[in-house]
């Protein structure tokens, strides 16, 4: 059973959600909507997880002396709209609404600049770890409560960081599950439309 998650249109926030919020994020262009999930993974250090350092990535506080990889990217301004931890609980550190700095120079269908008309959602694993059940049902949950929020959101535009960003990234990886994701939501809808 996938438990109810609801966003607020007009504020871009998600009930019961923790929120760490990113200065890293500015606003969508004028006129232009979410019409675009994004699904990445990451984990810090790599290939470990349930440490801080996502959220310290993400707020721009990431001590660039505390691990060797920190110091490559310390310095960079990014976030991601949410993370989804192992254990499927979710972090927000960007409002819906706003444009969180996630895809990097990307392309979706010939249409560059995905962060302008996406939502970019995290998971924390690597290419090569399967990601967890509870990943999967949260993506599910928040991505139904994000096309009942958002109606320029369809749920079947929905894309890995991999591809809109072909030779530059990876994740969330081969081990990301699309048939998985999609099942999982199709039933997450429906729940959704039953009220
Ligand atoms: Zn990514």
Redesign the pocket.
Known sequence: MIGAVKIDAATGLLAGARQVFSPHFDARPAGVLPELLVV???SLPPGEFGGPWIDRLFTGTLPADAHPYFGEIAAQRVSAHALIRRDGRIVQYVPFGERAW??GQSAYRGRTACNDFSIGV?LEGTDDVPYTKEQYEALAALTAALVAAYPSLSAQAMTG?SDVAPGR?T?PGPTFDWARFRELLDQALRATVRG
């Open positions: 990445h993974g990451i996630h895809a995290e960081h990234k994740d």
